[in-house]
């Protein structure tokens, strides 16, 4: 492939490697959000649970069942709260890995321009080398 093709593939490389880099960085937010929701609703069920532990011994029994009910409410909250977090958690990393992915193909078509680049430069110079050593023969003759 010619040094332009090359360019033309690693330009597009680089904007899809954006347009990942962008997305991943909305996922993590969105994983950090699951997170603090998580945390902010295990806060709340512990302040929830201590209150009851203050206070139950007044109630009624209709009271506390209710209050009980409430608990387990928050437990079932918790437990979907963490399956969310997990199954954001697992496409941050997917897209981390295609991210990655789409890092190393840039690379490798940076290191093919480089090298083609290179080997131009080399080829130029052997044929400038060329020249000037018939240049200098017919000088001599």
Do not use: P
Request: aromatic fraction near 8%; charged fraction near 35%.
């Amino acid at each position: 492939m010619e040094n332009k093709q090359l360019q033309l593939v690693k330009n597009q490389a680089e904007e899809k490697q954006k347009k990942l880099a962008k997305h991943f960085e909305h996922a993590m937010n969105f994983v950090q959000n699951e997170r603090n929701q998580l945390e902010q609703v295990q806060n709340y069920e512990q302040d929830y649970l201590k209150k009851i532990k203050n206070e139950e011994r007044s109630w009624s029994a209709e009271t506390t069942q209710r209050y009980r009910q409430f608990c387990h409410q928050l437990a079932q909250t918790i437990t979907g709260q963490k399956i969310k977090l997990a199954e954001a958690e697992d496409k941050l990393d997917q897209m981390r890995k295609h991210l990655w992915g789409q890092q190393q193909r840039v690379n490798v078509l940076n290191d093919l321009i480089e090298r083609g680049e290179k080997e131009h430069t080399q080829q130029q110079d052997k044929i400038l080398q060329k020249e000037l050593d018939e240049f200098a023969l017919r000088q001599y003759r």
